[in-house]
């Protein structure tokens, strides 16, 4: 069975300074892990994943995030906030080992940016 | 552009008169996708196909039916709407193994009401 926990419902940072966002996963087998990112009023839009190749994931604006197996960690950082940065974000993991393509979404990360 | 449609974007209707919810791709995906968003609980999925003809259930698929008679269409049905089916609903494509097969591109959502 598969699942994943965002570690925080809301963060907040002032804009410049560095995002931390955490996401803890269970998998019995070797999961495909993603971040997607969800401004207000708009669909999801897919910041980065991890598919079993480097374990430190570059994605879209600036984000980057590191697979950590013995943490069952993928938790998503970025150097240095900015306004646009505020939204939605989900962690989202599939285990496809027994058949099923079905991924489990986190409940979500509402990232506040402040000037 | 490669996008993923959906319509109505809003729509507000009473209990028990049948709906549907069209979903279309032009991205030749063959993996498409319902969910539905709830306040503190992520998304969660209802019904996916993994190509023409051939759908399954999700987590959540009670009160809905899907078809996929085309490969770029995924209708969503709620033959008898009911009060806890308002929600936030998106649909999702992905393209087959090896063609980033997990990487999921989505809808702009719809937001139904039931009365």
């Known amino acids: 069975a598969q699942s994943v926990t965002q570690l925080d419902s809301h963060v907040s940072v002032s804009e410049g300074t560095p995002v931390l966002l955490r996401c803890n996963y269970s998998s019995s087998y070797s999961p495909s892990l993603f971040w997607y990112v969800q401004h207000p009023n708009k669909g999801l839009q897919l910041l980065l994943k991890y598919t079993s190749a480097a374990t430190l994931v570059k994605g879209i604006n600036g984000f980057e995030a590191e697979f950590k197996k013995s943490e069952t960690s993928f938790h998503l950082t970025k150097p240095s906030a900015h306004m646009s940065d505020a939204a939605e974000y989900f962690c989202?993991?599939?285990?496809?080992?027994?058949?099923?393509?079905?991924?489990?979404f986190g409940r979500g990360t509402s990232l506040i940016v402040h000037p | 552009e490669a996008q993923v449609t959906q319509n109505p974007r809003y729509l507000i209707t009473v209990t028990g008169k049948k709906l549907t919810v069209t979903c279309s791709q032009n991205m030749n995906h063959e993996y498409m996708s319902w969910y539905r968003q709830d306040p503190g609980l992520g998304l969660r999925q209802i019904y996916y196909s993994m190509n023409v003809e051939a759908t399954d259930k999700g987590d959540v698929p009670e009160g809905y039916k899907v078809s996929r008679k085309e490969k770029r269409n995924f209708p969503l049905i709620l033959e008898s709407p009911s009060p806890n089916q308002t929600s936030l609903y998106f649909c999702a494509s992905s393209g087959g193994p090896g063609q980033g097969y997990y990487e999921q591109y989505f809808g702009p959502g719809t937001r139904l009401t039931v009365t």
């Open positions: 989202v993991v599939i285990d496809a080992s027994g058949g099923s393509y079905i991924p489990t």
